[in-house]
């Protein structure tokens, strides 16, 4: 089983290479960066959330999102305001610039994968489809630690 396992994670290292020139070239020319994304994403995806719930959310510190939230601020991506109920808490918002931005990288991912797809056979595509959702289902049920394991020497 390890061969098999030592095969599936370098396929799935290999996968991820395959689609990091276009990922890269998009964020370079957006002048974004992964982890701003990431803070977009879980905004649209939480409507208007606090400060403190995005951060602990992302698993950061409140300082840590305060400086991505000004860059993107200061980028036109978001806006942010006190809550009406209570002047303590922050929420944020995507700007319309910032939702273009997050409907840009979902379109230029579609396209970059359907390149691809279009170049396999409709049998490794399905069996594509089956293998990704069984990893997907298995990575549900791995639970996800704090901290990352010890690297072993």
């Known amino acids: 089983m390890t061969d098999a396992i030592d095969k599936a994670r370098e396929a799935y290292f290999r996968a991820v290479v395959a689609l990091d020139p276009v990922r890269l070239r998009f964020w ?5 960066t992964m982890t701003q994304l990431r803070v977009m994403h879980l905004i649209r995806q939480k ?15 409140p300082a840590t ?7 993107l601020e200061q980028k036109g991506l978001i806006r942010r305001w006190s809550d009406t109920h209570d002047r303590r808490v922050v929420r944020i918002s995507l700007t319309a610039e910032g939702s273009l ?10 396209a970059s994968l359907d390149a ?7 049998a490794d595509v399905d069996a594509f489809t089956r293998a990704v959702a069984a ?9 996800v630690e704090a901290e990352p394991p010890a690297i072993q020497a």
């Open 47 to 61: 409507c208007e959330p606090s400060t403190g719930e995005l951060a602990a959310d992302l698993r950061i510190r």
């Open 135 to 143: 990893f997907v289902q298995a990575a549900a049920a791995v639970p």
């Open 101 to 110: 931005l997050l409907d840009e990288a979902a379109a230029t991912g579609r």
């Open 116 to 122: 691809i797809f279009t170049r396999m056979a409709p």
């Open 28 to 32: 370079d020319e957006r002048g974004t």
């Open 65 to 71: 999102l305060t400086g991505l939230a000004d860059r």
